[in-house]
């Protein structure tokens, strides 16, 4: 029977199995999963391989060439896979998996196992509504994904407002009002905003700094509070615009996030 070789390449990275979202051929990723997890289950019978052999083959659909008549497979177990990227043609998931070491035990097979994580890319067809492995899949090393400090824009507060000093109390009380609304009144934050929604999971804590640029009839806020949840406390980061209303203000246009700054 057909055993597809493995390059097995050695990353102790974990992993978690989650479910992609939006854009994607949701039946694809049902169909590639299952070959995923059948494709690095392989046991350590020799009687029960030949089963393996023949439930990784009926993906295929067909017996591709094979030259190489150096082929083997090592026990292995099937642990975890995440989705990376799926095309129309292509899926590639981050796998962890368990490698089996075969040693002599004096007439026995002794199995071993440690974790290995591979990037596994399996090319594939869509027919009709079916689907089927249209190719070998192979191995690549699992890349950094954490981005280098070179590569990062600056966030930042870009420089003061130049308000008067009542001008920004009056911001600052509405801001605070704002933001407590949030967390505690739906009614008094639909009267006092547009694109917030009510978020009873955390509690304002305090207005830690605020920046109110002025632009023509509004001023465009930058500000930093402080939240409580059930985790403790933490900081986050908005962006928004205020408008005068009258005798108070009212804000739109809400970004979680600082503006990007320069590098020194």
């Known amino acids: 029977g057909y ?6 390449i050695h990353e102790q990275v974990s992993a978690s199995q989650k479910v992609s979202g939006n854009g994607l051929d949701l039946q694809a990723k049902n169909y590639l999963d299952g070959f995923v997890q059948t494709y690095f289950t392989f046991p350590e019978n020799e009687k029960d391989q030949e089963q393996a052999v023949k439930d990784i083959n ?3 659909v067909q017996q591709l060439p094979v030259i190489s008549q150096g082929l083997q497979r090592s ?13 129309d043609n292509e899926a590639t998931y981050k796998v962890t998996y368990g490698a089996g070491a075969v040693t002599k035990k004096g007439k026995s097979n002794v199995v071993n196992y440690h974790d290995v994580t ?6 594939y067809q869509k027919v009709g509504s079916s689907y089927y492995v249209s190719d070998e899949p192979y191995f690549s090393s699992v890349n950094d994904l954490q981005a280098k400090e070179s590569q990062v824009p600056v966030k930042t507060w870009s420089g003061t407002d130049n308000n008067s000093a009542s001008t920004k109390k009056d911001l600052d009380k509405f801001t605070k009002a704002l933001f407590t609304a949030y967390t505690t009144d739906s009614d008094t934050l639909k009267l006092i905003s547009e694109g ?4 009873d999971s955390e509690t304002f804590q305090s207005l830690d700094q605020a920046t109110y640029e002025p632009k023509g009839d509004t001023y465009q806020a ?7 949840n ?3 406390t933490h900081v986050e980061n908005y962006q928004f615009t205020i408008s005068k209303q009258k005798q108070s203000y009212f804000a739109t246009d809400f970004k979680h996030t600082l503006p990007k700054g320069n590098k020194e």
Do not use: R
Not at 3 to 8: E, L
Not at 118 to 123: A, D, G, S, V, W
Not at 196 to 199: E, R
Not at 222 to 228: E, R
């Open 58 to 60: 009926g993906y295929f």
């Open 75 to 87: 026990p292995s177990k099937f642990e975890e896979a995440v989705l990376m990227n799926l095309t």
């Open 222 to 228: 930058i500000v930093q509070v402080t939240m409580k």
């Open 3 to 8: 055993q597809p070789t493995q390059k097995i």
């Open 230 to 232: 059930e985790l403790g």
């Open 196 to 199: 917030l929604s009510l978020n």
């Open 118 to 123: 591979t990037l596994f890319t399996i090319p």
